[in-house]
Each structure stands twice: as structure tokens, then as C-alpha cells.
């Protein structure tokens, strides 16, 4: 769709939205606090955070498990939903790309939209040229990098309810802690293999904050975001890789499709060399809720066991 088409259709459904909530007030004191927030991963850490405490508050998830942010474009129920948030968290850093004029419309209307990713260090954020900061904004995917948004939304949160400071902050430094244990895990699992075994490849090049904090070398067929497309080029140059270097798996992403995956598998084998794909991994959004995946710790676990499996060769297609 052309950008000027889309910019069109994007204020006509923020419109419409904000017409069916214009009965709606947040000054009503009975209402409890709505806080909506974009990615699964974002959800998670806001409703940690918030456990527990003594208030009607209410936490809202816009996408949900296998939902790709990069490619999310909000429906006018999803524009309603965040119409009546009294704030909006959002990862930022162009990944949800498709919903930067809806934040724009919550903005002029009084509701805050808060980038998760305020919190980095400049210095710490890595170089790619698919967003439009130039900046990678998959950064959930190192723990530390996890606890510098923990502080920071602990703080956006305690700004807004300064009544559960007490409970926000309790929350907050009871999962740091997590956060601790968790980041030990992956460094522990991650030294079973050698150096030259961790190789990372999956659908899209979203691990780079992975890759830079536990030792593993990262290729995507796709670039870091899923607006690009792998090109016939790029997969027969990963497949020549992959035999060069006598990889053992390759990876799908529960939110990217695993077509580039299997075409890529396919070139590996036309070289008359196997490599197996391993169990599907967690990027981009987490697993179902009620599920250990549905959980930032838990995605976290399951990604680091099913990689360091599968590359070990204790795992194969025939297992699933």
C-alpha cells in the first residue's frame, strides 16, 4: 500500500475508533487503570510488575502469541482498545513500525505512549539498517539488557500509581533477581557447546543481542525485520555456509513462517548435506499464555535448551 494511502486509511480507523469510546471518560475514579501494552513480551514484565497490587488495575495484551510486530497493522478495535488505555507501552525502536500513526493519534489525544526501549544505553543498542533508527530492537533477548526495562518501566509505573510504589518495587527487585538466575541458565546451557558449534540460524535476524551475550554467531535468511524477503541469493549462500561449516540445525520462529526455513533445509540437502530443523524457538512474540513460553522467563529456557539440543544432535525431525 502506498505510504500516503496508508497514512489515509490509518486516521480513518483512528477516527471511527475514537467516535465509539466518545462516551467513554477517564476521569470516572471507579474505572480501574487500563495500561495496553503492544508485544507479548511487554505484557508479560507490565503484569509482573503490577502483581499484586492493591487497586483495581487492568493490563492489556495487543498481540498476542505468534502475532509478528513487524508486520501488525491495528483494526479499529484494536485503536479502540488502546483508546481507553490510560497508558500505552510499546518495545519501540521501529518494531512495531505499522503502528507509529496510531501512537501519534494517542498522543494528541492525552494518552501516553511509552517506548520500552527508552531504557538502553545508546551504547548498548546494536547497528541495522532495516529500521528506521537504525537500531536493533529485538533486545529482550539478553537478560541483562531485560533488567535495564525492568527499572525503567518499574519507574514509568510508580510515576503513574504512586500508591503501589511499595508493591512495584517489591515486584521489580524480586524479578531482577529472576532475571539473574535466568541469564546464568542460558550462559551455563550455551557452554555445552563449543565454540565453533554455536551457530545460530533462524528465520529472521533477530538474535543479534542473543548472539552478543551468550558467545553464538547469528544468521537470518531473513533481515531483522520480516518486511524484507530472503532472496533465492541469500538461501543458496546460507546453504553453502551451513555445509562449510557442517551445521547440525537450523530454526523456525513461532511468528515468522517457516517456509524460508524448509527452502533453505532444501538447499542444504541438494549439496548432499543433512541438517536438521529443530524445535520451533520463540522471537518475536512468546508462547500461549498458561504455557511455561507464555512467559519471558520461560521463552528464555525453552529457546536456550531447544538451540543447544538441536546443534548438539540430540534432536532431529523424526523426534517431533
Known amino acids: 500500500m502506498p505510504r500516503k494511502t496508508y497514512r489515509m486509511s490509518v486516521t480513518l480507523i483512528v477516527f471511527t475508533a475514537l467516535m465509539s469510546v466518545v462516551a467513554f471518560s477517564h476521569a470516572d475514579q471507579a474505572s480501574p487503570f487500563r495500561i495496553v501494552a503492544t508485544t507479548t513480551q511487554v505484557s508479560d514484565l507490565t503484569r ?58 494517542m498522543n494528541r489525544i492525552g494518552i501516553p505512549t511509552i517506548p520500552a526501549t527508552d531504557a538502553m544505553d545508546e551504547d548498548l543498542l546494536l547497528q541495522n539498517a532495516d529500521f528506521a533508527f537504525n ?90 525485520s520480516t518486511t524484507s524477503e530472503a532472496s533465492v541469493a541469500d538461501i543458496q549462500a546460507l546453504a553453502d555456509f551451513i555445509v562449510e561449516r557442517e551445521i547440525r540445525a537450523i530454526f523456525s520462529e513461532s511468528s515468522v513462517s517457516s517456509q524460508t526455513v524448509n527452502a533453505l533445509r532444501e538447499a542444504v540437502r541438494d549439496r548432499e548435506f543433512e541438517v536438521t530443523v529443530g524445535e520451533e524457538i520463540y522471537s518475536d512474540a512468546m508462547g500461549d499464555p498458561d504455557t511455561a513460553e507464555g512467559t519471558y522467563l520461560g521463552m528464555l529456557r525453552h529457546n536456550i535448551d531447544a538451540i543447544v539440543t538441536a546443534l548438539l544432535g540430540e534432536h532431529s525431525d523424526a523426534d517431533e
Request: proline letters at 3%; a negative charge.
Open 48 to 105: 509482573v510488575l503490577t502483581a499484586g497490587i492493591d487497586q483495581p488495575i487492568e493490563v492489556e495484551s495487543l498481540m498476542g502469541p505468534g502475532v509478528d510486530p513487524h508486520l501488525f497493522v491495528a483494526s479499529a478495535g484494536d485503536v479502540a482498545l488502546l483508546s481507553q488505555a490510560d497508558v500505552i507501552f510499546y518495545n519501540g525502536l521501529d518494531l512495531e513500525g505499522k503502528l507509529d500513526q496510531v501512537f501519534e493519534q
Open 135 to 224: 537500531y536493533d530492537p529485538h533486545i529482550w533477548f539478553d537478560a541483562r539488557q531485560w533488567q535495564a526495562v525492568t527499572a525503567f518501566l518499574r519507574d514509568q509505573l510508580i510515576g503513574f500509581l504512586p500508591a503501589a510504589e511499595a508493591a512495584i518495587t517489591a515486584n521489580a527487585a524480586d524479578y531482577l533477581n529472576e532475571l539473574d538466575v535466568v541469564h546464568r541458565y542460558v550462559l551455563d546451557q550455551a557452554e555445552r557447546l563449543t565454540e565453533i558449534q554455536r551457530v545460530l540460524i533462524t528465520s529472521h535476524d533477530a538474535f543479534n543481542y542473543f548472539g552478543r551475550a551468550y558467545g553464538f554467531e547469528v544468521r537470518g535468511i531473513q533481515g531483522a
